[in-house]
């Protein structure tokens, strides 16, 4: 980010900001371009099959997946995404391998579930709901903090024994160099937006969930993320060349 650091221009950072400099070429570096405000939200992900889908819990399909090496296909919005970088984690994990088909977002990739094509949907619940209340989905696994209050029933990869909250989480930066008296403006106006009844319950119905940190937490979190985005690209080979 090149403009100036006067707090007239932000921006908005996704966790692909972290992921795409060892991916491929980019003209900034996430450690030292930025200043980082305030981190505000994730997403509700999770792994969606059909209700007459014979995996009744994560579990199984983990285990069916074991059991049958590659033939277990499940969709996400393309390739080097969260979804695909998370469900590859997911496998290494747990020592199974499982084939990704790209779509070109969360609607086809759940009419594609929803049609049969594929087995699973790792996606975000926004695209869900329809499927869900109307009986032809069910979400095995959610990838967030905590369980979502509208899927109650429904565990995080935590509770199941995985060490992951994939979120793809965000917030707002600004360029490298900016005031802290107008970092603490910014964070403030933020913050006070998140607690907004009107904020709260669009995320709800939505795919997001509230994941606050401050500045100084957010900027020791983007360090954090760089190295775990850095190791995660070169164990699933898909670092840059050069």
């Known amino acids: 980010m090149t403009a100036k650091p006067d707090g007239y221009t932000i921006a908005h950072i996704p966790i692909t900001l972290f992921r795409f400099p060892f991916m491929q070429k980019t003209p900034y570096d996430p450690l030292q371009d930025f ?7 994730g997403f509700t992900f999770g792994v969606c099959v059909r209700a007459d889908s014979p995996f009744k819990t994560f579990n199984d399909m983990v285990e069916w997946a074991r059991a049958n090496p590659g033939k277990l296909a499940y969709g996400t ?15 290494l994990k747990a020592g199974v391998s499982w084939t990704m088909l790209p779509f070109k977002g969360g609607p086809e990739t759940t009419a594609a579930l929803e049609g049969g094509h594929i087995m699973a949907d790792a996606g975000g619940v926004a695209s869900w709901w329809p499927g ?4 032809r989905l069910r979400v095995l ?29 965000f917030g707002r930066a600004g360029p490298k160099g900016m005031n802290p008296a107008i970092v603490k403006k910014l964070h ?13 319950d669009i995320q709800t119905k939505t795919d997001y969930a509230t994941r606050y940190m401050n500045s100084e937490d957010y900027t020791a979190f983007v360090r954090q993320q760089v190295e775990e985005q850095k190791a995660v ?5 898909l670092a840059r060349k050069s």
Not at 233 to 237: A, D, N, S, T
């Open 132 to 135: 869900i209340e109307a009986g």
């Open 188 to 200: 403030d106006t933020f913050k006070a937006a998140m607690s907004d009844p009107k904020a709260i």
């Open 77 to 91: 919005p393309g390739a080097g995404t969260s979804l695909h970088i998370g469900m590859e984690q997911i496998a």
């Open 233 to 237: 690209i070169e164990k699933l080979g």
């Open 35 to 41: 200043t980082y405000i305030i981190h505000l939200s």
């Open 141 to 169: 696994v959610l990838w967030t903090e905590k369980r979502h209050e509208r899927l109650p029933a429904t565990p995080t990869l935590k509770e199941l024994g995985y060490p992951f909250v994939f979120d793809s989480p």
